[in-house]
């Protein structure tokens, strides 16, 4: 029978609360929706392996949920278990599969594509990918791969039968991240999450556990839906009709934009986003960030000077959380390795819904060759076929890609926006990319209060962030045009006040009559 690998339980003893029976667990957590049970018992002799296993496969039994045993054949076979997990050092796929019935489930853990690959050819049934998050459940023995590496994974599955699970440090407050960040390029998604301590040391098995599975429904249920109806319709006249409506949104709403940034704009920043209507917050302290995510309209994330990492990670978490929409600026993140690596923590940390930066910033995020970066400034004459690029980025990264240049262009993966708006001038002054991306995030609070009517709960951020990411783009663009050809602008020096003048005078008939924009895809 076909199997439901939602809400996968591995059991761990040790982990129970004081006080909790493990049938006692174990049976909350199967009315709670649990849809799959694996008992793990790595450090008792076969006799109590065997009683632990009757006792369990009884209950999944009553409540018609598949039993898997996790290493041992023998266990699996005295019990009649539905199947067995595998690990990498455990007996071969092929052995246990000439011990079992044919049609016992088998699961194998994978921790690399190699992995992946090799349980395609075993024909196994599933494989647990892992581990997605840091864990204390079990010593590792492999790498943390993190919810950017799961897609990969997943994309070598496609055309298979082959079910995957993520496992790993999964729990209710990162679980529509790890679901939404998981999913590969080609569209290949979880089909379940395997949960250890989040349910088995609760004191409340069922209450967690239907939480889990009611999140990972909504979001299957979610993408489903995204599936079948009709990508949106993007053309010149409806994007800046929907700019100027968000332009709108922003003066009658005033949202609050929590901003940590780099120490060079901090000043700038906040007067762009006066300047467009919102309220900003430059706050950097770990301890404000919970707080400051319930009320906040959007995260701008802008790691210029990488000094607040600690409060970077717990902001994205919390906004994720709330689902809140946060804009990723890796500004020269290409410059040095300590970059590269906190900004790999920090997408691994939290799902951006727009990440914005130059040519020389996002080639480095997505590993690419061919443009080089020069500290902050990205050298050469860019992308060959920027178009393309930026939607495999959005593909990849799961979010909106803005990359800013002479020529911007912004991609959800599906559609892709040239924008030909903006003056020489702005790269005359210090930091007019993180205005952008300023401009960006409160664009982006705009779309969320505009979506909140039609949110879903399986959905980790509301709200069309590519109509976003082109507003804020434009926003600054003509309002840059408009300040360069001032009579009392003469340079950087006079350019910059006048550019803050022209985002609080910025109009949306000016928007519509101004922006210059395509649509290619």
């Not at 009553?62 to 278990?81: G, H, M, S, T």
């Not at 691994?348 to 040519?359: C, D, E, L, R």
């Not at 803005?402 to 003056?423: F, R, Y």
């Not at 408009?482 to 910025?506: C, H, K, M, Q, W």
Request: charged fraction near 20%; aromatic fraction near 4%; proline fraction near 4%.
């Amino acid at each position: 029978m076909p199997i439901d690998y939602s809400l996968y339980l591995v059991t761990g003893r040790d982990l129970l609360p004081e006080g909790t029976t493990y049938i006692t667990s174990l049976e909350e957590s199967l009315r709670g929706g649990v849809t799959v049970v694996q008992v793990r018992e790595k450090n008792v002799d076969t006799l109590e392996f065997l009683e632990i296993a009757r006792q369990s496969k009884a209950l999944c039994d009553k409540y018609q949920v598949p039993l898997i045993i996790n290493d041992r054949v023998d266990i699996a076979l005295a019990v009649n278990a539905h199947g067995v997990h595998l690990g990498q050092t455990d007996m071969p796929v092929h052995i246990a599969r000439s011990l079992l019935p044919p049609s016992t489930i088998i699961g194998v853990s994978c921790n690399n594509l190699e992995h992946v690959q090799q349980a395609i050819r075993d024909g196994v049934d599933y494989i647990g990918i892992g581990p997605v998050w840091p864990t204390s459940t079990k010593k590792l023995t492999n790498p943390v791969i993190g919810v950017r590496g799961v897609g990969p994974l997943l994309a070598a599955l496609d055309g298979t039968t082959v079910k995957a699970v993520a496992i790993g440090g999964v729990k209710s407050d990162n679980l529509l991240r790890t679901l939404h960040g998981s999913m590969s390029s080609s569209g290949h998604k979880l089909d379940g999450i395997a949960v250890v301590s989040e349910i088995v040391a609760s004191h409340e098995p069922y209450a967690i556990s239907r939480t889990l599975r009611e999140t990972y429904t909504a979001w299957d249920s979610c993408t489903a839906e995204q599936r079948a109806k009709p990508s949106i319709l993007y053309t010149a006249e409806n994007i800046k009709a929907g700019v100027a409506n968000l332009m709108g949104i922003i003066q009658t709403t005033n949202p609050l934009i929590h901003h940590i940034t780099n120490v060079v704009v901090t000043n700038q920043s906040a007067n762009a986003t006066l300047a467009l209507g919102a309220s900003p917050i430059m706050a950097t302290t770990p301890e404000e960030m919970e707080d400051l995510s319930r009320v906040l309209g959007a995260l701008l994330i802008n790691f210029g000077t990488v000094t607040d990492k600690a409060g970077m990670i717990l902001a994205g978490k919390y906004a994720n959380r709330e689902r809140k929409p946060i804009v990723f600026d890796p500004v020269g993140v290409g410059a040095t390795q300590f970059r590269r690596k906190t900004a790999a923590q920090l997408l691994n940390t939290w799902q951006a819904s727009v990440i914005k930066g130059n040519a020389g910033e996002l080639g480095a995020l997505a590993e690419s060759q061919e443009v080089k970066a020069k500290g902050v400034d990205s050298v050469g004459s860019g992308f060959a076929d920027p178009a393309n690029f930026v939607k495999e980025l959005a593909r990849r990264e799961r979010c909106v890609i803005a990359l800013t240049g002479k020529t911007d262009w912004v991609s959800d993966g599906t559609t892709v926006v040239k924008l030909d708006n903006g003056h020489e001038l702005l790269g005359d002054i210090t930091g007019s990319g993180c205005m952008v991306g300023t401009c960006i995030a409160t664009f982006c609070a705009a779309a969320l209060t505009q979506a909140n009517t039609e949110s879903s709960p399986g959905m980790l951020v509301r709200g069309d962030m590519l109509l976003a990411a082109v507003g804020g783009i434009l926003a600054l663009t003509i309002a840059a045009e408009a300040a360069a050809n001032r009579s009392d602008v003469r340079g950087s020096g006079t350019f910059l006040p006048a550019l803050i003048d022209e985002l609080y005078n910025l109009k949306p008939g000016t928007v519509l009559e101004k922006a210059r924009i395509q649509v290619i895809s």
